[in-house]
């Protein structure tokens, strides 16, 4: 790999380096200006006659020398060690979870959110080689991480993972599977696919129709489903009550599960009812295992020798050389 800056924003202070020449020079007409208001020519000559003004554009060289090689300094150049760089072969995951309040139903104990974080964590862990991605959704999707081999990062997003992360309820499948694909580098050629965690709750048409555009790019959509057919209520936190619809009728949150297993088959993916974590965990990594998995260069545990102290020496330098100079001539009585 290549030469670098850690810190490129550095060099903007070189814009800078003109002003405090264009200060100095401003500086020296005003000296000029004010020695000839002064009025006789030859006192001004006989006070300054021991300044040397080649000493002092000298020293201010010096300053504004190490000025700009400080800016180097600051930018931090360095040079990565190819060899601590990882080839990961493996494949892109965007995982969609659903943080809508009918995830909080206790039909799957303790709830449907809380078993899909525990599924999620423990598949994380099954794919050391895979980047990761994970958006979040209820009425809207949002792009919790971008795809990353920072398992842990994504470990924790899953863990935190709440219906107040969404501000707008509902269960917005289209603009989860949209947001996910968005997550995927379009001229990477590794085997994108997209796990869907959700009690499908629903009436998004949007939903198959954007399955069938997934398809045409390739991308598998293999979906999980939380709850039961015949439903639960669902406990609002506020209150402690199960929640009630504007007529007052109790809420009661079902699973649908034709629709995730249209959206599964439509991309030769497959659906799951979450009832046994370590089933699910099996199911879903026999979808993966005989993909072609492309090789990636992973740079985020690149270690870097770096090189600024090769240019803090001469700063220092510079100085300690405009301090110890004299802007001074002799003068011969």
Same mark, same amino acid.
């Given at each position: 790999?290549?030469?670098?800056?850690?810190?490129?924003?550095?060099?903007?202070?070189? &814009?800078? +380096?003109?002003?405090?020449? %264009?200060?100095?020079?401003?500086? *020296?007409?005003?000296?000029?200006? @004010? =020695?000839?208001?002064?009025?006789?020519?030859?006192?001004?000559?006989?006070?300054?006659?021991?300044?040397?003004?080649?000493?002092?554009?000298?020293?201010?060289?010096?300053?504004?020398?190490?000025?700009?090689?400080?800016?180097?300094?600051?930018?931090?150049?360095?040079?990565?060690?190819?060899?601590?760089?990882?080839?990961?072969?493996?494949?892109?995951?965007?995982?969609?979870?659903?943080?809508?309040?009918?995830?909080?139903?206790?039909?799957?104990?303790?709830?449907?959110?809380?078993?899909?974080?525990k599924l999620l964590t423990s598949l994380i862990d099954k794919m050391p080689n895979d980047?990761?991605? &994970?958006? +979040?959704?209820?009425?809207? %999707?949002?792009?919790?991480?971008? *795809?990353?081999?920072?398992?842990? @990062? =994504?470990?924790?997003?899953?863990?935190?993972?709440?219906?107040?992360?969404?501000?707008?309820?509902?269960?917005?499948?289209?603009?989860?599977?949209?947001?996910?694909?968005?997550?995927?580098?379009?001229?990477?050629?590794?085997?994108?696919?997209?796990?869907?965690?959700?009690?499908?709750?629903?009436h998004d048409e949007e939903a198959l129709p954007t399955t069938q555009e997934l398809a045409?790019?390739?991308?598998?959509?293999?979906?999980?489903?939380?709850?039961?057919?015949?439903?639960?209520?669902?406990?609002?936190?506020?209150?402690?009550?199960?929640?009630?619809?504007?007529?007052?009728?109790?809420?009661?949150?079902?699973?649908?599960?034709?629709?995730?297993?249209?959206?599964?088959?439509?991309?030769?993916?497959?659906?799951?009812?979450l009832e046994n974590i370590p089933a699910a965990l099996a199911t879903i990594q026999d979808?993966?295992?005989?993909?072609?998995?492309?090789?990636?260069?992973?740079?985020?545990?690149?270690?870097?020798?770096?090189?600024?102290?090769?240019?803090?020496?001469?700063?220092?330098?510079?100085?300690?050389?405009?301090?110890?100079?004299?802007?001074?001539?002799?003068?011969?009585?």
């Open positions: 790999m290549n030469f670098q800056f850690q810190y490129p924003e550095a060099f903007w202070l070189l &814009l800078l +380096v003109p002003v405090l020449v %264009a200060i100095y020079f401003l500086y *020296l007409a005003w000296r000029k200006r @004010a =020695a000839r208001r002064i009025g006789d020519e030859r006192l001004v000559a006989e006070l300054t006659r021991s300044h040397s003004p080649k000493k002092a554009l000298l020293k201010f060289s010096l300053v504004a020398l190490a000025f700009a090689i400080g800016c180097v300094t600051l930018a931090n150049p360095r040079k990565p060690d190819d060899e601590s760089a990882e080839v990961r072969k493996g494949i892109d995951v965007v995982i969609a979870l659903d943080v809508s309040n009918s995830m909080l139903a206790t039909d799957v104990a303790p709830s449907r959110l809380a078993q899909a974080q980047r990761i991605g &994970l958006v +979040v959704f209820a009425g809207n %999707a949002y792009t919790q991480m971008p *795809l990353s081999t920072d398992h842990d @990062a =994504a470990k924790l997003f899953v863990s935190t993972a709440n219906p107040n992360m969404v501000p707008e309820q509902g269960t917005a499948i289209a603009d989860a599977l949209l947001q996910s694909s968005a997550a995927f580098e379009e001229a990477s050629q590794r085997f994108k696919t997209i796990i869907l965690v959700t009690d499908g709750e629903t045409k790019k390739g991308v598998m959509v293999n979906t999980v489903g939380l709850g039961s057919p015949s439903g639960a209520t669902i406990i609002d936190s506020a209150t402690h009550q199960a929640k009630t619809d504007e007529n007052g009728q109790v809420v009661i949150s079902k699973l649908n599960e034709e629709l995730l297993q249209q959206v599964a088959q439509t991309t030769n993916g497959t659906y799951i009812h979808q993966y295992k005989n993909v072609d998995k492309k090789a990636l260069l992973d740079t985020s545990a690149l270690n870097y020798e770096s090189y600024y102290i090769w240019f803090l020496l001469p700063v220092f330098l510079f100085l300690l050389t405009e301090l110890f100079l004299p802007d001074r001539k002799e003068v011969k009585e």
